[in-house]
């Protein structure tokens, strides 16, 4: 029987073709033995010959099978006639000869049959085929043992079955085995000869047992035909020499038509159909995919199962399962058993496809995957290979890694522009040094506020102040009470403690009342013209709360203007602890000097005051001297006398202000004479300072004095828009100063657009003119952006 049309591993794709081949080509296919029809179970309607098929025992012989010779060979044509219709259309040819075989095959079984009539009374005579088909008649016992071959071993295996169950000696190999066509060592076509060949012995055996074991009719040996339905085998016992004699003529001649037919036809590799050897009815089991042993590994690295292939198409229907081996009784026909109604079911090993537990490798490397993905091997790597791999891997990233550093660098902002001076940085007045006329006693120094120092002398030590630090009070009073354009301040009610002040010896007092009010103006001009202490004692508890209190803050607002040399230990600088240096009290002047309303007090020769009788004079006579504006006298016998003044001079149409102070003038023997030997000193040098203070223009109109760094090394000159002029002396060394006037440098402009100023001094002596563009600021270009780094 076939595989249910199922398809066999390393089965060729043109399966039609061989088939059609086959049909035509096959030598000895109608030279078959007629009596094999009777072997073969009815064709289905529609069969498909395969390449290969699994052999299936027939079915023991019955009494229905045993039929008057004309029913066989009736039978037989039909069966090779239906076996031809399903096998394809043949030849003529073959048809021809197939008839004439059969003819003769005919012909031999009747002259069997007649030599058995004449030989009826007598013993038959073993011989020939005959004789050797006795000692085979356990053959089908020994077929029935075997049972159905397993259909996943080989076909060679499957048709060597029957040969090796034969016991006795048997006869060389037939003549259709002899007869086959080379195939070009095609081992399933010669297995499947052979297997016919072994199907016709089988055939004669049982006719040779069955007359052999027929019973005896009388006892004078002869026998009586047997009834109708019997097999004309079991009517026949003594034949077995007719037999072998005809079966003998009947394979000579098959032979030499098929050496015939084999000499005519080129050999040509054909699939065959295998013959069914008369075995006991098995199950017919779906084909799967051979398993070979897998030798045993040590520590295999990655396991996996073998998955078979799926059949194309579903598996044939099973048959029921082979019967257990019996040896049938010598005397008894074997009977063949039915089919069992339920057929089993397969196990779950031959129709379930096993699944793959395989791990998954680890990936390839990129070369080695492009190689399998293409079925192209890598190349062998050499040194040059090597570079040019690494060439091709590394030049698209640096170029990436370019192209975004060029992105960056022409996306990120532009580094802040600057305004550098290029001119030169300082300028020497002419003239030579300053000569000042400095006092030979104590201390003092002098400056051009804004400008400069003018020069020091003397020690540059703390000394007593005096009366002078009754200028630290006005500070104090006007910070934290300031009084604006003709504003006079709140009104102080003059206290007890300062109304009983008002007549004290050995100090300078203002004769107020208790009771009276003052506005904080008038107690000012009281404090700076008559220096009274305790119109001074008086704004201290009014403004801190205590004189203590009021100490302090004097001692903070010394700290804050930088008098790092100076101690504040009472609001009047009656007390001789109270000490600072010259230097220190011009920082206090500078200071002080910003509010008009202190200016306009110390400017003022005398004062009056109501509730105050007369004319109070200004002990600084000073101030009567053409451009001398105060700022306030002192005087004790600690101390000697002291003079810090303010003087102003005309430059260039505007005024400027000279700060000076004398402290420790003691070359005298009184103590007012003292205090009239600084007024004097420190008039000389407001004199000299007025002549020598000049201008002189430092930059010129149109000159270059710096230029604008863009911060990529790109430069654009400024230039002056007017002259600047410096206020100096003979000697005075001035420094300029190249600013963006408080706005931000652009990166582009126009030339003539004002980007800056330059500027000499500080303060009120500061003087500066604007700065242009030479010609047009423009961006840094491209390549600039590009090779930037920072």
Do not use: C
């Not at 240096?581 to 009056?608: C, G, H, S, W």
């Not at 149409?653 to 700060?659: A, D, E, N, T, V």
């Amino acid at each position: 029987m076939t595989h249910g049309g199922g398809t066999v591993a390393g089965e060729s794709p043109d399966k039609a073709e061989q088939q059609e081949s086959s049909k035509e080509t096959t030598p000895g296919g109608g030279g078959r033995d007629p009596r094999l029809s009777v072997l073969r179970e009815p064709a289905s309607p529609v069969q498909v010959d395969q390449p290969t098929a699994v052999f299936r025992t027939l079915a023991p012989r019955t009494p229905e099978d045993d039929a008057p010779a004309e029913s066989v060979d009736a039978e037989g044509s039909g069966d090779v006639e239906e076996s031809a219709d399903v096998e394809g259309p043949a030849d003529s040819a073959d048809s021809a000869e197939a008839g004439d075989e059969g003819d003769r095959l005919r012909a031999a079984v009747a002259a069997w049959v007649a030599t058995g009539d004449e030989d009826e009374g007598g013993e038959p005579e073993k011989s020939g085929a005959g004789a050797a088909a006795t000692p085979a008649t356990d053959a089908p016992e020994a077929d029935d043992a075997d049972g159905t071959a397993a259909e996943g071993d080989d076909a060679g295996e499957a048709a060597e079955a029957p040969q090796d169950a034969v016991s006795g000696p048997t006869e060389p190999e037939s003549s259709v085995t002899d007869t086959a066509p080379a195939s070009g060592g095609d081992d399933e076509t010669e297995d499947e000869t052979d297997d016919e060949t072994d199907a016709v012995d089988d055939l004669d055996r049982d006719a040779a047992k069955v007359s052999d074991e027929a019973p005896a009719s009388g006892g004078d040996g002869s026998s009586e035909p047997a009834p109708p339905g019997e097999s004309w085998f079991a009517r026949k016992p003594g034949t077995e020499k007719a037999e072998a004699e005809a079966e003998a003529e009947a394979e000579a001649e098959a032979e030499a038509e098929t050496d015939e037919q084999a000499a005519d036809a080129d050999p040509v590799d054909q699939p065959t159909t295998m013959f069914k050897a008369v075995r006991p009815p098995v199950v017919d089991q779906p084909t799967t995919a051979l398993k070979l042993p897998v030798p045993p590994e040590p520590a295999p690295a990655r396991p996996s199962t073998f998955v078979p292939l799926r059949a194309e198409t579903p598996a044939p229907a099973p048959k029921a399962p082979a019967a257990p081996r019996t040896t049938p009784a010598p005397a008894e026909a074997p009977v063949a058993p039915k089919a069992s109604a339920s057929a089993p079911v397969p196990p779950p090993s031959l129709t379930e496809a096993e699944r793959t537990r395989q791990q998954p490798m680890p990936p390839l490397p990129p070369l080695d995957l492009l190689a399998e993905l293409t079925n192209t091997p890598p190349p062998p790597p050499t040194p040059l290979r090597t570079t040019m791999r690494r060439v091709r891997i590394w030049t698209p990233l640096v170029i990436l890694l370019l192209i975004v550093f060029a992105v960056v660098q022409f996306v990120r902002p532009l580094p802040n522009a600057t305004l550098t001076l290029s001119a030169a940085p300082t300028f020497t007045f002419e003239g030579g040094e300053l000569q000042m006329p400095w006092p030979t006693e104590g201390q003092g120094a002098a400056e051009v506020e804004g400008v400069g120092s003018l020069g020091t002398y003397g020690a540059q030590k703390p000394a007593p102040l005096a009366s002078v630090a009754k200028t630290m009070t006005a500070y104090v009073i006007l910070r934290d009470h300031t009084i604006k354009g003709s504003d006079k301040g709140p009104e102080i009610e003059i206290d007890k403690k300062a109304a009983d002040e008002a007549g004290a010896q050995f100090e300078s007092t203002a004769a107020v009342k208790e009771g009276q009010k003052y506005t904080e103006k008038e107690l000012l001009q009281l404090l700076m013209i008559p220096s009274a202490n305790n119109v001074a004692r008086l704004l201290a508890r009014w403004d801190a709360g205590s004189e203590a209190a009021f100490v302090e803050k004097m001692n903070a607002a010394a700290k804050d203007l930088g008098m790092t040399q100076s101690t504040y230990t009472d609001p009047s600088g009656l007390e001789s602890t109270t000490v600072s240096t010259p230097q220190d009290q011009l920082k206090l002047a500078k200071a002080v000097m910003q509010y008009d309303v202190f200016r306009e007090i110390v400017n003022m020769p005398n004062l009056t005051v109501d509730g105050i009788p007369g004319q109070i004079e200004n002990n600084n006579n000073i101030v009567l001297e053409p451009g001398v504006s105060g700022i306030k006298t002192g005087s004790s016998t600690p101390a000697g006398g002291n003079l810090l003044w303010s003087a102003n001079t005309v430059i260039d149409g505007k005024q400027r202000r000279i700060l000076g102070i004398v402290m420790g003038a003691k070359d005298a023997k009184l103590l007012h004479e003292k205090l009239q030997l600084s007024i004097d000193y420190s008039l000389k040098l407001i004199q000299q300072a007025q002549k020598d203070v000049t201008s002189a223009a430092v930059v010129r109109k149109g000159q270059v004095v710096g230029y604008i760094d863009d911060g990529l090394g790109g430069r654009t000159p400024v230039v002056a828009d007017k002259e600047l002029k410096a206020v100096g002396w003979p000697g005075l060394k001035v420094d300029l100063e190249l600013t963006d006037a408080g706005k931000a440098v652009p990166h582009t402009g126009k030339a003539g657009d004002v980007v800056g100023q330059v500027s000499i001094g500080t303060g009120t002596g500061k003087v500066s003119a604007p700065v242009s563009l030479q010609k047009d600021l423009l961006e840094p270009g491209f390549d600039k952006k590009l090779t930037r780094l920072g």
